[in-house]
C-alpha cells in the first residue's frame, strides 16, 4: 500500500471516528438538557470547553517545539546533542555514572562526566571530583601489556590495543597479520577477513616492511602521507581485533574491505607473505586495491584518527563501538571537535541519539494529527460561542423568506 492510500484510509477512518462519537454525544442526556438551555448557560458551557482546548494545546506546545527543534537539526549533532542532554544528565544519573566509570577503571570517561557536568551546570559532590582525580594520577602503567600487543595484535587490554597500533604505525603490524591471517586461509580455518583486506591495503599503502624501512625513509614525504592514510586503516584493524567495533560497523567494514581488494591478487599477496618475500607481497596487495572504495575506508580512517586525538584512544573506540557506519564516525568527529572532552560522556548517555533524530518523525507525525484535531475542535468551539453570543445579544435567527416565481 502506498503512503498515499495509507493516508486516505487514515483521514477515513477519522472521519468515521468523528461522526460516530458525534453522533454518541448528540444523544447524550446532558447535551439535550444543555440545548433546551438558555443561551448564557450554553454560552458558559461552551467558553469552558473552549479554555479546556487552548490549555491542552498550550500544554503539548513545548514538546511540539522541541520536536520541530530536533527536526531542523538533523544535520548538526552538535545541536542535536545539546538538545537532548537536558533531559538524562541528571545530578543522580551523572553521579551514577561517575561511580560506575571509576569501577571499571576509566577514569577519563569518569573525567568526561564531570566536565559535562560543569557545562550542564549540574554539581558535583566534592568528594566524588576528588575520587576522580585521583584515579586519573593513579592510572597505572602497563608496559608488558604494550609490547604483548605489539608482538602479538592479540590483546583485550586497552594499552595492549594501543601497541598493537603502535604496530601497525611502524608497518610490522601488517605484515605480520597478512603472514598470520593468510596462513588461517590456506590452511581452510576460520580468519578474519577485514583484518586481512586491511592488513593488506596497509602493506600497499605504505610499503613498510621489516626489511625495507630503509626505503621509506628515503621516500619520507610519500611515505608519510601515505602512512597517515594507513594508520586509520590500521586502527581500525587493532579495534576490530579487540572487540571494539560495534556489530554494524564492522559488517559495514567487511563489505567495504571486499570491495577495496581484490581476490585473486590478494591470494598472490598471501602466497608471498607465507614465504617472506615482501617486495612480491607489496606489488601484489598494491594491484589488489581498488581506489573508489578505499577512499571511503580513507575518510574513516582519517575520522577515526582525529577522534584519537580529540578523545583519546578509549574515546576513539568507544566512538568506534556506538557508530554504526561511516557517516556516523565522521558526525562523532564534529561532536568531539565542537564539544570536547564531554564527548564521551554524552555518547555514554545518548548513545546513538547524539547524532540520530531516532523517532522524532514519527513523534511529530503524531503531534501533527493532534494539532489537527485541536484546531477542528478549537474552531468549532469558537464558531459555537459565536453563535451564541450572537443570539445573546441579537436573539434567534429569523427565518428568510423564500422568493419564487410565484412571490408578488
Request: hydrophobic share 50%; charged share 20%.
Amino acid at each position: 500500500m502506498s503512503p498515499v492510500e495509507q493516508t486516505r484510509g487514515e483521514l477515513d477512518r477519522l472521519v468515521a471516528w468523528a461522526r460516530d462519537h458525534g453522533a454518541r454525544i448528540r444523544s447524550n442526556r446532558l447535551i439535550r438538557r444543555l440545548k433546551g438551555s438558555g443561551p448564557r448557560v450554553r454560552l458558559a458551557v461552551t467558553a469552558a470547553l473552549f479554555a479546556l482546548i487552548v490549555a491542552a494545546g498550550a500544554s503539548h506546545l513545548p514538546q511540539v517545539m522541541t520536536g520541530m527543534a530536533l527536526l531542523s537539526a538533523e544535520e548538526d549533532p552538535v545541536r542535536l546533542t545539546e538538545l537532548r542532554l537536558p533531559a538524562v544528565a541528571t545530578r543522580d544519573r551523572l553521579a551514577e555514572e561517575i561511580d560506575e566509570a571509576l569501577r571499571q577503571g576509566d577514569p577519563d570517561l569518569a573525567d568526561s562526566f564531570t566536565a559535562l557536568a560543569d557545562v550542564q551546570g549540574v554539581p558535583v559532590d566534592p568528594t566524588r571530583r576528588q575520587r576522580v582525580t585521583a584515579a586519573l594520577v593513579a592510572a597505572p602503567g602497563a608496559g608488558r601489556d604494550f609490547a604483548t600487543g605489539f608482538a602479538s595484535g592479540a590483546s583485550d587490554t586497552w594499552v595492549g590495543t594501543a601497541g598493537a597500533l603502535v604496530a601497525d604505525v611502524v608497518g610490522f603490524g601488517d605484515m605480520r597479520d597478512l603472514w598470520q591471517e593468510g596462513n588461517k586461509l590456506y590452511r581452510g580455518e576460520p580468519y578474519d577477513d577485514l583484518v586481512l583486506g586491511l592488513s593488506a591495503a596497509g602493506v600497499a599503502l605504505t610499503g613498510a616492511t621489516v626489511a625495507g624501512s630503509a626505503a621509506v625513509v628515503s621516500a619520507a614525504p610519500l611515505a608519510a602521507a601515505k602512512l597517515s592514510i594507513a594508520r586509520g586503516l590500521n586502527f581500525l584493524k587493532s579495534a576490530r581485533r579487540a572487540g571494539l567495533l560495534s556489530r554494524d560497523l564492522a559488517a559495514r567494514l567487511v563489505r567495504m574491505t571486499t570491495e577495496t581488494v581484490n581476490a585473486a591478487a590478494l591470494t598472490d599477496a598471501v602466497a608471498a607473505a607465507r614465504v617472506l618475500n615482501l617486495s612480491a607481497a607489496r606489488r601484489a596487495a598494491q594491484q589488489a586495491m581498488r581506489p573508489e572504495a578505499l577512499r571511503t575506508l580513507t575518510r574513516l580512517g582519517e575520522d577515526t584518527l582525529a577522534l584519537e586525538a580529540r578523545l583519546g584512544q578509549r574515546g576513539a573506540a568507544q566512538a568506534l563501538n556506538v557508530a554504526q557506519n561511516a557517516r556516523e564516525v565522521g558526525r562523532i568527529r564534529r561532536l568531539a571537535e565542537a564539544v570536547g572532552k564531554p564527548t564521551r560522556s554524552a555518547l555514554k548517555l545518548l548513545g546513538p541519539a547524539a547524532f540520530l533524530l531516532g523517532n522524532v518523525l514519527a513523534w511529530l507525525t503524531q503531534a501533527l494529527w493532534l494539532a489537527l484535531t485541536w484546531s477542528f475542535a478549537a474552531a468549532l468551539l469558537a464558531r459555537r460561542i459565536g453563535l451564541t453570543l450572537g443570539r445573546l445579544f441579537w436573539g434567534p435567527a429569523r427565518p428568510r423568506a423564500r422568493l419564487g416565481r410565484g412571490a408578488a
